[in-house]
Nanobody
Framework: VQLQASGGGLVQPGGSLRLSCAAS????????MGWYRQAPGHQRALVAH???????NYADSVKGRFTISRDYAQNAVFLQMNNLKPEDTAVYYC?????????WGQGTQVTVSS
């Protein structure tokens, strides 16, 4: 089982980016998919996650700006990030519980700077 993330980049403050992450391999269940981020000098922290029941949780710092969604048929999760701020700069990691085990995707860098 693998998670493949994409979509990071450099954007100006106020701009938008969309992150994507797809799971592949022998998959029977994915009860949770989500995104974490790690900024320099900080611990990895939850950004948002979504369950297979559609329950969603956001970090307070991104509420109203970020939207998480899933494509259940494609085993994919997306993070639409709007009104980006310099403090959103971090490496973003896709995360999922698949077949009872935790998996992490490779990080994707998001830099918000003018």
């Amino acid at each position: 089982v693998q998670l493949q993330a994409s979509g990071g980049g450099l954007v100006q403050p106020g701009g938008s980016l969309r992150l994507s992450c797809a799971a592949s391999g022998p998959i029977f269940s994915i009860p949770v998919m989500g995104w974490y981020r790690q900024a320099p000098g900080h611990q990895r922290a939850l950004v948002a996650h979504i369950t297979d029941d559609g329950d969603i949780n956001y970090a307070d710092s991104v509420k109203g700006r970020f939207t998480i969604s899933r494509d259940y048929a494609q085993n994919a999760v997306f993070l639409q990030m709007n009104n980006l701020k310099p403090e959103d700069t971090a490496v973003y990691y896709c995360y999922a519980i698949i077949n009872g085990q935790s998996y992490w995707g490779q990080g994707t860098q998001v830099t918000v700077s003018s």
